[in-house]
């Protein structure tokens, strides 16, 4: 979870697809140019789940990010499945 946050902070697209489960993620991720990420408080953790508050500044606009991930185990690690956004 944290790494796949810091991919996206520093703008590592291909690190974020090759975390994400094959049968849910996307033929290509795009990240935001203008979406600077600045921030992670993970709020509560299950065993195959983590709750998180992401922070971000887009365009000057202070924003967050609240959502519950879903991961699975393949092959030895841990993927990211999906997730509900508030």
Known sequence: ??????AYAVGEAGFVFATWHPRTRPDDVT???DLMWTGLRVDRHGEDWVEFTASYVSR?????????????QRAGRWVYVDGEVD
């Open 1 to 6: 979870m944290r790494a796949r946050y810091a």
């Open 31 to 33: 990240l935001d140019p």
């Open 60 to 72: 000057g606009v202070a924003g967050g990010l609240h959502e519950r991930s879903r991961f699975e």
